[in-house]
């Protein structure tokens, strides 16, 4: 669920983003908390603040004035957290739906991240082919959402941090 605001360094508003991303972008560094939420604290292993609702990056950032972000398998990756849409485990390798032999095409909307395994098992076949099923449907991002994800990739983030976000009522 999107329930912080991002905004740029300008103070426009650029996106929304989960609080876990929002909380990321903080303790990376590369946003303050513009406005949080009265009551609640986020809690991060040793870390705690209160939750954000509305954070601003600390550097500008230009968003591009394209209608639409560029497909690539990066951002593919990137957009799924690197998490396989059949199992949910890490995914290394970006998955067709509808396969490229069956027309499919090099588009957000026809790719998902997948790990090596199940790409493997998927091979040429769309998923009801294969009997496998989506867990969450691929979607276009914005260039906004494009460069959000980029920004808040958890590669700064130190291993004890990852995964370890939880939100209390103070
Ligand atoms: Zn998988």
Redesign the pocket.
Known sequence: MRETLVLNASFEPLATVSLRRAVVLVLQGKAVVEQARPGRRVRASAVEMPVPQVIRLCRYVRVPFRRRASWSRRGVLVRDRHR??????R?TTVDHVVPRSHGGEDSWLNTVA??A??NHRKADRTPEQAGMRLLTAPFEPTPADALVLALGAREGLPEWLAGQVAVSAA
């Not at 396989?84 to 485990?89: D, I, K």
């Open positions: 396989c849409a059949y199992c949910g485990r995914a997948a790990c395994e199940d």
